[in-house]
């Protein structure tokens, strides 16, 4: 368990936690914590919203700082998948035509669009969340909202990621995609039952999280034959973006905490 741990967490952040040495069977093992990653990503930025708090930042630049922070912290691996999903099913005509666009390094107009309306929208969405006028339990409220999103974006890509098809040969999405199991899926799910229990603003932030892993596994299949790490990527930085999106309409006592 310890090695799957530091295998996902060496994956997912930029921490050098991981082992020499990782084959694909370990890659798909370590999923199981991917959720648990996404609270390390998640409380780090906590932490980093707090002190931003304390020291008065204006909600605008705190919220450009987390994104770019979170970018730092994930080696921007997600951003990828954005900008190479939306270049290629803004560019193509056929599935085939739409992956080769996809696997192309350089990046279009459509994807350039996707990554800015992405990170605009998660950057609109922390900057509601943090919003100055807060009393310190408030504030906790808020962390705790911050902080489970990430670790609910993850799980959302085990569900993707579970039961679908991958439509190349080879790719590094090929070790997750129809490779995860129900099991994995439960196992994940328990890292985040410590959100669940606070109450039911944290349930629908949890299936905001969850819509695009819905909607993309059926538009991935249907216009490009199946998932691929991209999707993956993709679909974890949308969720990112309604989560916190949600969690800012939380924040401001527009849901019941």
Known sequence: MLHSLRTALS?????????????????????VFFPLAGWVIGLAMAAAAWFFFRVGINPLPAAVLLVIMEAFLTRGLHLDGVADLFDGLGGGSTPEKRL???????????GAAGLILTLGLKGAALSSLLSPAQSSPAILKTLVLLAVVPAAARWAMLTLAWK???????????????QITIKQVLLASLFLLPAVVTG??????????????????YQAHKLLGGVTGDVLGASCEIAEALGWLAAGFSSQALLPF
Not at 100 to 110: E, H, P, V, Y
Not at 164 to 178: E, K, N, Q, W
């Open 164 to 178: 679908s098809h991958y439509p190349r040969l080879i790719g590094t999405g090929h070790v997750f995609v129809g």
């Open 100 to 110: 080769a666009i996809m696997k192309d390094s350089a990046t279009g107009a459509f």
């Open 11 to 31: 994956f997912l952040t930029m921490l050098p936690v991981g082992p020499d040495k990782v084959s694909a069977g370990q890659l798909v093992r370590g999923a």
């Open 200 to 217: 039911s603003p944290i349930l629908i932030i949890l299936l905001c999280c969850q819509l695009p892993a819905l909607v993309l596994r």
